[in-house]
């Protein structure tokens, strides 16, 4: 008579198919856990609990990612629609009161260069805002959900890039297609050999 893995108890009611590997030890009904044994039925049930943890995780770090993503996108666009006029103003008030030396080179009025300062001043604040954001949003969530941190550092491709992050990762891959253009272009002028290059010189001088 098979007898059960964890008391001996003669009254069997199954003998457990395994979690994620074989197992085949007989249980009673008080070792019984979701249709396993004791030990397997358990397994599974962390196995359920870790995913629910980790989906919970991941719709978290979504949501920070969107708002986050949204900041961003306000900074960019501050740049371009605010910050990139007001320099242009700025360049207009220095050339109109800005005193020319006699080469033709303007110096600039204090007040431009207050100006001037106090607006890199307030670009570099709102750049770094977003930043601060999300920290402060990470560190929050990390009260309720421990290793939360370490959850979004270790799934960023999964939760989505971060703005800045992706812009320069383009960037990046632009300067490299731009270098490598360049180096096709000189390879071609300098791969002409010197018959083609005789050739070519005659066609000039005929006016070819
Ligand atoms: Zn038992
Ligand atoms: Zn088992």
Redesign the pocket.
């Known amino acids: 008579m098979a007898r059960c893995?964890y008391c001996s108890s003669e009254a069997v009611v199954a003998q457990?198919?395994?979690?994620e590997a074989d197992?085949?030890?007989f249980?009673c009904a008080t070792h019984a856990v979701r249709g396993?044994?004791?030990?397997?039925?358990m397994e599974k049930l962390h196995a359920k609990a870790r995913e629910l943890i980790l989906e919970d995780y991941l719709a978290k770090a979504k949501e920070i990612h969107k708002q986050d993503t949204k900041k961003w996108l306000r900074f960019y666009s501050g740049c371009i629609f605010i910050f990139l006029p007001w320099i242009l103003f700025l360049q207009l008030l220095n050339n109109t009161f800005g005193k020319r030396n006699e080469y033709g080179e303007i110096s600039a009025p204090p007040g431009v260069i207050i100006l001037a300062i106090i607006s890199i001043g307030l670009l570099i604040y709102f750049a770094w805002k977003p930043r601060v954001w999300r920290k402060r949003a990470i560190a929050q969530v990390e009260f309720t959900r421990p290793g939360f941190k370490e959850f979004v550092r270790q799934n960023e491709h999964e939760i989505g890039t971060p703005l800045p992050k992706k812009i320069t990762n383009v960037a990046v891959w632009a300067v490299f297609g731009i270098i490598l253009l360049a180096v096709m272009a000189l390879g071609e002028s300098a791969s002409e050999s010197q018959p083609d290059r005789d050739i070519r010189d005659i066609k000039n001088r005929l006016g070819m």
């Open positions: 893995y457990c198919s395994g979690y197992c085949g030890r249980y396993l044994c004791q030990e397997c039925g």
